[in-house]
């Protein structure tokens, strides 16, 4: 298994701090708690979605009787984990995908 598969990844924001405008984030919703909520939730769906990625892959290299020397010698497994903590945040990729429109959200509350 390749550890550089990332073809039906999303482009990946910067992963340096970068300050906001909260005026820039209750555009679309009119109110900011509302922003941050959608944005939270959004981040949680792409943390689980890569959390589960990764126990997948990781689960190949699971057995039974693991020893110690069979822990440090498995390079392809270190390097699926290196990928991984190289991704961003997924509350930086969820800020980038709201502000760019990438995110569907409905509220039930205001459509009645």
Known sequence: MNANNNANKPAAPASSTITRDLRELDVKTDNIYESLVIMSKRANQISNN???????????????????????????????????????????????????????????????
């Open 50 to 112: 890569v959390k589960e990625e990764l126990h997948q892959k990781l689960s190949e290299f699971a057995s039974a009787n693991d020893n110690l020397e069979e822990v440090f010698e498995n390079r392809e497994q270190i390097e699926i984990s290196k990928y991984y903590e190289k991704l961003p945040k997924p509350s930086l990729v969820a800020v980038q995908e709201f502000l760019d429109d990438k995110v569907y959200y409905r509220n039930p509350a205001k459509e009645q």
